[in-house]
């Protein structure tokens, strides 16, 4: 059974940083790419971030500058290093892969970005 497991949620200042991480429990090389969405209170889940097995990325023009994604194929982690938070980044984060023609969502971790 496939899942993703987000972590590394939480509370931070404005201007502040933080990594997701999202486990996966295959090897996640099997996902052709994998993303990660946000979707904030009141607004449906949006795209914010991709990569491929290469290494290749792509970013929401909302993040480019400020989120990194990334993945250790070695430990079957996606990452999302967040710098410089701003409130309007305030979301909850999920991880998704497409695999075999199946899409696989994580639970979400919350980030909530203060004033």
């Known amino acids: 059974q496939v899942q993703l497991v987000e972590s590394g949620g939480g509370l931070v200042q404005t201007g502040g940083s933080l990594r997701l991480s999202c486990a996966a429990s295959?090897?996640?090389?099997?996902?052709?790419?994998m993303h990660w969405y946000v979707q904030p209170p009141g607004h449906q889940r949006e795209w914010v971030a991709g990569?491929?097995?290469?290494?290749?990325?792509n970013y929401a023009s909302s993040v480019r500058g400020r989120f990194t994604i990334s993945r250790d194929d070695a430990k079957n982690i996606l990452y999302l290093q967040m710098d410089s938070l701003r409130p309007e980044d305030t979301a909850v984060y999920s991880c998704?892969?497409?695999?075999?023609?199946?899409?696989?969502w994580g639970r979400g971790a919350q980030v909530t970005v203060s004033l």
């Open positions: 990569i491929g097995r290469a290494g290749t990325t």
């Open positions: 998704y892969g497409l695999m075999d023609g199946t899409n696989y």
């Open positions: 295959v090897d996640i090389s099997k996902f052709e790419r």
